[in-house]
């Protein structure tokens, strides 16, 4: 077949795929449209100062920690937050939209059509550098692009517009991988280096990921490769230092907002492991999600508890597994090493997150989970793929696209979003104290 239309073809395919991912992220994430702002969106967008001040707030938006926007000084929140590059975004589209939520949630859904979209891309360049055959690769990516796309643990992602950073790390992490999952050349892994920055600058969770760089690629471990990301990380290093300090001396001083922390990590490693699992539960079985996992909800447990030991036992013979898998180099080792690389930095591990856990904590983790989930369903129900998929699979995805429809509707407002949740997290001070509060704008209000 002639170049060219090798090329034409190849193009043709990425814009059906691309197609097919912005058509079903609307049909599952239309509603969203009619939000208003909720959440954390003041911190963001209607009270941050840097942000409505637009194009001429930018440089102070890359010189400050995120909440200094909003209350004028630097917090003691655990680690401090630098998000630069979504700011920035919203510091572009305010003077052009002011606080209108509409424009901005439109915004979401083009960038989660876009970061699902990179998901399939990704996942079929890994496919194609393991070896999976064709047939095969495309019975995977019809399961895991559009579970991915209507899982409902990612509805608080597209719905909360602060959650914009989840979706652009997510984006520029994918791309950062895709650049060099089969390809060596130095321009590559100078690409892959920039976009690396830019995930780090959306948010700290793609922190690990020139670790998967490293194992995919075995010239990504030259050194004259790995100085690219080693400048990008500190380049951003720099950046944040500049902007926040030193990140291991800011602490928060009570309970509320960091639940352990009057616990040493050893005494934390057994509710860590229960953590870990919850959020793999999330992913298996997403009901009663919630907002808020805060101060009181997950306590800490002990050693010889039921919950404790077997958590541990669990998350050994997770990283067992993993370690066996990537031996044999398979492609679920990697993934799960990217699972485990992708969710380390919101794990409370190396630093508080200030709360136990939170369901768009996971986001860019679950693409790998999902991909897994469809690997392992197309092995065992290959021989009769085609009556699995249309008995089993759409049923899926037309339950999870359902359950994130329904969900979509409780982030319509702050009210009808901690109502809806405060029943789900009965022991959480932070649920309750919201609510009564917005109960009592609401009083006072007339409403």
């Not at 700290?204 to 400048?231: C, D, G, Q, W």
């Not at 229960?274 to 805060?294: C, H």
């Not at 077997?310 to 998350?315: D, P």
Request: net charge positive.
């Amino acid at each position: 077949m002639p170049y060219n239309m090798q090329i034409t073809r190849l193009f043709g395919r990425k814009v059906v795929l691309f197609c097919i991912t912005l058509l079903l992220t609307f049909l599952f994430y239309n509603n969203v449209l009619v939000n208003g702002f909720v959440l954390d969106d003041v911190a963001v967008i209607t009270g941050n100062k840097f942000v409505k001040q637009g194009i001429k707030g930018i440089d102070e938006i890359w010189q400050n920690d995120l909440f200094m926007g909003i209350y004028g000084k630097k917090t003691d929140i655990a680690g401090g937050r630098y998000r630069p590059l979504p700011l920035t975004l919203f510091a572009i589209v305010y003077p052009l939209f002011g606080e209108n939520p509409f424009p901005y949630h439109l915004l979401s859904i083009i960038l989660y059509a876009v970061a699902s979209f990179l998901f399939g891309l990704l996942s079929l360049e890994l496919m194609r550098r393991y070896g999976v055959e064709n047939e095969k690769a495309l019975r995977i990516a019809g399961i895991a692009i559009p579970l991915f796309i209507v899982h409902p643990v990612h509805t608080e992602v597209v719905a909360n517009i602060k959650s914009i950073d989840e979706i652009m790390c997510a984006i520029f992490s994918f791309l950062s991988l895709i650049q060099i999952v089969n390809n060596s050349k130095k321009k590559h892994f100078v690409y892959s280096a920039i976009f690396y920055f830019m995930a780090l600058a959306s948010k700290e969770t793609a922190l690990f990921l020139p670790l998967l760089v490293f194992f995919i690629n075995e010239h990504a471990r030259k050194p004259s490769v790995a100085t690219f990301y080693m400048l990008s990380f500190v380049f951003y290093f720099i950046l944040r230092y500049n902007a926040i300090g030193n990140p291991l001396v800011i602490k928060p001083k009570y309970e509320y907002d960091d639940p352990y922390l009057k616990y040493s990590f050893i005494e934390k490693i057994p509710v860590l492991c229960y953590i870990a699992i919850a959020y793999l539960m999330k992913i298996l079985l997403p009901v009663e999600l919630s907002y808020d996992y805060s101060y009181n909800q997950i306590p800490v447990l002990p050693y010889l508890s039921i919950k404790g030991g077997l958590s541990i036992i669990v998350i050994l013979v997770f990283l067992i597994m993993t370690i066996y898998e990537l031996l044999r180099k398979r492609l679920t080792g990697f993934l799960a090493l990217s699972y485990i690389a992708f969710y380390l930095p919101v794990s409370n591990v190396f630093m508080s997150t200030g709360v136990s856990m939170a369901e768009r904590f996971i986001f860019l983790a679950s693409a790998y989970a999902i991909f897994i989930a469809a690997i392992i369903m197309v092995k065992i129900f290959s021989s009769y793929y085609q009556s699995f998929y249309y008995f089993l699979v759409i049923p899926l995805i037309l339950l999870s696209g359902a359950i994130t429809y329904t969900r979509n509707r409780d982030w319509k407002d702050n009210l009808t979003l901690f109502k809806a949740d405060v029943r789900k997290v009965p022991m959480s001070a932070r649920a309750h104290y919201y609510y009564g509060r917005e109960l009592w704008f609401a009083v006072n209000a007339g409403k």
